[in-house]
């Protein structure tokens, strides 16, 4: 069954407005879509928490050209928020990407919404994380924090010396050709709607982006895979696991881990889902996007299908419940 036919047979995803389902396997990229879109068009979607993985990459290649270990303590790399350090001093870098802080998880998105868009603003969100403190020993357990990544936007900001959206782009987006990947709308988005509601544009603030602020098209999210394989090293120490067999999941450097090797993940926000699933040790990337909400149980199913000849894995469940 070709991937066309896979996106078809899902009928939940037949009401939704628009859906974009892409692979690439060995290189060869095929892609399917739904709904009103051409089909000569790579429309941008917003990609939630799929920014996670963007925001990894770029800091875990930036540690690299900078000698600094991921074991690094997480303070010695944000001195400026040291007067206001309640969290774990011995906190670091690795645990921070791999949602094994063990930090407090007080700061809701509310008040990190409210320091608005200055050029400070994703410092001073950094500096309500730390100054929450910690609840656990960090590396001990894990657990799914929009925090972590608001420090990790602000670690990859101080070691560029940039601003953290000007260091994504210098790192990662133009080096990897990623030039439909941006935080600001771009002129072909696409409407997100929740189930029979088209919902209006929604800002999405300074303070936030390193945990889910980009837009992003099929294209760009099957070059960012390609490009993770293309770079062994770089994939061995996103894929690596940081959990324990206790944990509720494998979980490396953004990404879940699934039984074969696989790195999945999906997010969403009001109007927008998008979902990622690379199987390294087959050169394998599936990506599908919509701007349907309601549309993740589908969605799993067309991206565990995809890749279940290859792994003989059923990932459908795992990809619905890792609900970013």
């Known amino acids: 069954m070709n991937l066309q036919e896979l996106l078809d047979k899902q009928v939940d995803l037949r009401g939704a407005p628009a859906v974009v389902a892409g692979l690439s396997a060995a290189g060869a990229r095929s892609v399917a879509m739904r709904g009103a879109i051409r089909a000569t068009s790579d429309p941008c979607f917003r990609i939630a928490s799929l920014t996670k993985i963007f925001t990894s990459t770029a800091l875990v290649q930036t540690l690299r050209e900078n000698d600094v270990p991921l074991s690094t303590p997480a303070i010695e790399l944000l001195p400026g928020l040291a007067p206001d350090w ?46 929450a403190g910690s609840d656990l020993e960090p590396g001990t357990t894990w657990s ?12 990859l900001a101080a070691l560029s010396g940039v601003s953290y959206e000007r260091a994504l782009k210098k790192k990662l987006l133009e080096p990897w ?32 982006r390193p945990s889910g602020g980009l837009w992003s098209s099929v294209s760009d999210l099957l070059a960012l895979g390609e490009g993770l394989l293309a770079d062994r090293a770089l994939l061995e120490e996103i894929r690596r696991p940081r959990t324990t067999p206790d944990d509720p999941m494998a979980y ?22 998008a979902a990622m699933v690379l199987v ?17 149980p589908s969605a799993a199913r067309v991206l565990s299908d995809m890749q279940q000849p290859l792994t003989r894995n059923d990932l459908a469940a795992a990809i619905e419940r890792f609900a970013a």
């Open 144 to 155: 799914y924090y929009n925090g972590n990544y608001f420090l990790a936007g602000a670690i």
């Open 252 to 273: 490396g450097l953004g990404w879940a881990l699934g039984p074969s090797g696989q790195m999945y993940l999906n997010g969403r926000l009001p109007g927008y889902l």
């Open 86 to 131: 309640r969290a774990d001093v011995s906190l670091t870098i690795e645990q921070i990407l791999g949602q094994v802080s063990g930090l407090r998880e007080s700061v809701d998105l509310t008040t990190v919404s409210a320091l608005g868009d200055g050029r400070h603003a994703l410092n001073e969100a950094a500096r309500l994380v730390v100054r």
């Open 280 to 296: 390294p040790d087959k050169d394998y990337v599936s990506v599908l996007v919509t701007n349907q909400q309601r549309a993740l």
């Open 177 to 208: 050709h990623l030039s439909r990947t941006s935080f600001d709308t771009p002129r072909d988005s696409v409407t997100g709607w929740d189930g029979p509601t088209e919902l209006p544009p929604l800002g999405y603030p300074r303070s936030r």
